[in-house]
């Protein structure tokens, strides 16, 4: 247990389908990320908030869509999906010192997504 | 463009036998280097980092790393593997320009045999 939790832990969905991914840590940390982790490929960073602000957007599509309400909760907004979208989503937090993302980055179990 | 390379996909080796896995990064500029674990259905643990300092870095469940500068290898070792060490280890770099953008290697499967 990370202290990082992520719901659902398995979705399915089609390709015009509208869903959200959630994930709240409870570390008292104060940025937040989402990766997306593919077979056989490098873990993908896709979006980084610090202190509620979106500090790293790494040329994500627009059917993904990023929201941090506040410190303690990131959601990842899902639409019109294809199915090479289809992978584990990681969401990490750790502490955001003025150095950048040095600190040890919590990670959460992971949402396992599948499109078809 | 940064980069990094784990040079092994997959490495079998026997329980109670040392175990080195191999990552070369590709930077610019000066950057952070990290190690992480993960097994089966979970996220990914930080086994250790190097920020400065020693470049020999001691980490959890008895892994070290040696930071080479001038090879810009990052290599993960253990003296002495257990069944429980069966997992994906994946090296990361962090570039020494303040930024959050970690930049993380393809991961290598670690298998141990009894």
């Known amino acids: 247990e990370t202290g990082v939790t992520q719901t659902p832990r398995h979705l399915v969905m089609g390709m015009t389908n509208k869903k959200s991914l959630k994930c709240e840590q409870h570390l008292g940390h104060n940025a937040m990320y989402w990766y997306k982790q593919s077979a056989k490929k490098p873990l993908e960073l896709m979006f980084v908030?610090?202190?509620?602000?979106?500090?790293e957007n790494n040329s994500v599509p627009s059917r993904f869509s990023p929201e941090c309400p506040n410190s303690s909760h990131l959601f990842l907004h899902l639409h019109t999906l294809q199915p090479e979208d289809s992978a584990l989503y990681l969401c990490a937090s750790s502490q955001a010192p003025a150095s950048g993302g040095t600190d040890t980055q919590y990670f959460g179990p992971g949402t396992r997504l599948t499109v078809l | 463009a940064q980069s990094v390379t784990q040079l092994d996909s997959q490495v079998p080796v026997f329980e109670e036998a040392p175990v080195e896995l191999r990552c070369n990064y590709s930077s610019s500029v000066s950057v952070y280097l990290f190690w992480y674990v993960q097994y089966p259905n979970q996220g990914l643990q930080l086994l250790l980092k190097y920020l400065s300092g020693s470049t020999l870095v001691k980490g959890i469940n008895g892994f070290e790393a040696e930071f080479n500068k001038s090879q810009t290898s990052f290599h993960l070792r253990k003296p002495s593997v257990h069944i429980s060490d069966t997992a994906e280890y994946f090296c990361?770099?962090?570039?020494?320009?303040?930024?959050?953008?970690?930049?993380f290697g393809a991961g290598t499967r670690l298998f141990v045999k009894a």
């Open positions: 908030y610090s202190l509620e602000e979106r500090v």
């Open positions: 990361a770099v962090i570039l020494n320009t303040g930024g959050f953008k970690t930049i």
